[in-house]
């Protein structure tokens, strides 16, 4: 294939690209355009789950408080407990001491009967006998009513200390689960609050990697939909052509672009086969004054010469078009030739010879010429 066609196939090939990669930088943008908009939702809600967390803190630190509170006063209940109890057990042991007095004292005086008054004033040696005998007999009596006292008091101490301590259980119990629901309490708003609060950093966190991978993708598609159209302007540019000059006239194609002068053949001017979209250069600096002759296609420019000469390109294309009016140097790019069938023709190729000011071949006449002049600038 003709390396023209190839950059042509090429150059249709990267629009393709150009325009499938046009419509994904929307899609994306849109798509991107969505993650924006949930990631600024979820944001708030991030945001929100912030400020519940703070009031959550707040509450938090009512309940360490109370907590502390209820801490103090039990650590104060225990205290007053182990107080209470070593004091029950010197009651009860006080309680224990005396009615072990006590029933000694009662199994002394089973075992040996105390004498009666009668006993004792008739067992008396005079009066200062008696009286010490009664001394002593009441002493035993009020030693006796006393250990009962003692007793009795012993005993009350002892069932008023276990109904405190028994109170002071109870005070403790209640403190303790007081403090046990307050621990759970703070507990269970931390662990709601922390789920929340995960949650939407994890949601959160997810739709910003997808919309920074987003973009990052959108950037990438974004550098190669740039490279892409560079690659495609610097495809489209025209290429540079070697000019072959000689004899005062300049050959109408880049060097390489036509076959060799043993296939040109004389017509009204001279055919010279060529590709399609093979660029025609102005034979000698001149103005153009004219596009399209019949039988040669409606493209077909003609170049009137500085020199009074007037030449036509035959079965020309559209392409590369110099706009009639325009003055052009010689070797300048003013055309190309057509691809397919122009005018009346049976393939790309070039007629190029001379005519008059409209464009009308001065005919065969001077094909001879047109061939000398070709052949001297291509051999130049």
């Known amino acids: 294939?003709?390396?023209?066609?190839?950059?042509?196939?090429?150059?249709?090939?990267?629009?393709?690209?150009?325009?499938?990669?046009?419509?994904?930088?929307?899609?994306?943008?849109?798509?991107?355009?969505?993650?924006?908009?949930?990631?600024?939702?979820?944001?708030?809600?991030?945001?929100?789950?912030?400020?519940?967390?703070?009031?959550?803190?707040?509450?938090?630190?009512?309940?360490?408080?109370?907590?502390?509170?209820?801490?103090?006063?039990?650590?104060?209940?225990?205290a007053t407990l182990v107080s209470q109890?070593?004091?029950?057990?010197?009651?009860?042991?006080?309680?224990?001491?005396?009615?072990?007095?006590?029933?000694?004292?009662?199994?002394?005086?089973y075992e040996n009967q105390p004498p009666d008054i009668i006993t004792v004033i008739i067992e008396s040696h005079g009066f200062a006998d008696?009286?010490?005998?009664?001394?002593?007999?009441?002493?035993?009596?009020?030693?006796?009513?006393?250990?009962?006292?003692?007793?009795?008091?012993?005993?009350?101490a002892v069932t008023i200390e276990t109904r405190r301590l028994a109170g002071l259980q109870r005070t403790e119990r209640h403190e303790l689960e007081a403090v046990a629901a307050r621990q759970e309490a703070a507990a269970t708003i931390r662990e709601r609050v922390a789920a929340r609060q995960l949650a939407a950093a994890?949601?959160?966190?997810?739709?910003?990697?997808?919309?920074?991978?987003?973009?990052?993708?959108?950037?990438a598609l974004l550098q190669r939909l740039a490279a892409a159209r560079r690659a495609a302007a610097r495809s489209l540019a025209p290429a540079p052509t070697q000019v072959l000059s000689g004899g005062g006239f300049t050959f109408p194609m880049p060097a390489g672009a036509a076959v060799s002068p043993a296939s040109w053949t004389p017509d009204q001017g001279v055919d010279i086969a060529a590709p399609g979209h093979t660029p025609l250069l102005a034979v000698g600096s001149g103005?153009?004054?004219?596009?399209?002759?019949?039988?040669?296609?409606?493209?077909?420019?003609?170049?009137?010469?500085?020199?009074?000469?007037?030449?036509?390109?035959?079965?020309?294309?559209?392409?590369?078009?110099?706009?009639?009016g325009t003055h052009v140097g010689a070797g300048q790019v003013i055309s190309e030739v057509g691809a397919g069938i122009v005018g009346i023709s049976s393939g790309p190729h070039l007629e190029i010879g001379f005519c008059d000011g409209s464009g009308n071949p001065v005919g065969p006449q001077s094909a001879g010429t047109m061939m000398a002049l070709l052949r001297a600038a291509y051999g130049g």
């Open 1 to 78: 294939m003709p390396r023209l066609r190839l950059v042509t196939v090429a150059v249709a090939v990267l629009a393709l690209v150009l325009v499938g990669s046009a419509r994904h930088p929307d899609a994306r943008a849109s798509r991107e355009n969505s993650l924006a908009a949930q990631a600024a939702r979820e944001a708030r809600t991030l945001s929100a789950a912030n400020g519940d967390l703070a009031t959550a803190q707040r509450r938090l630190n009512a309940l360490t408080a109370e907590l502390g509170q209820h801490q103090a006063a039990l650590a104060r209940t225990r």
């Open 85 to 109: 109890r070593a004091r029950l057990v010197r009651l009860r042991l006080r309680a224990d001491l005396a009615q072990r007095y006590l029933s000694g004292v009662l199994l002394a005086d």
């Open 130 to 156: 008696l009286l010490e005998r009664v001394d002593a007999a009441k002493r035993v009596a009020r030693s006796n009513a006393n250990a009962v006292r003692v007793i009795r008091g012993a005993r009350d």
């Open 202 to 219: 994890r949601a959160h966190a997810r739709t910003v990697g997808q919309l920074a991978a987003l973009r990052a993708q959108r950037r």
């Open 287 to 324: 103005t153009i004054v004219g596009h399209g002759i019949s039988g040669f296609g409606p493209s077909a420019p003609i170049l009137h010469l500085d020199d009074g000469r007037t030449v036509y390109y035959g079965h020309a294309g559209p392409g590369n078009m110099v706009p009639i």
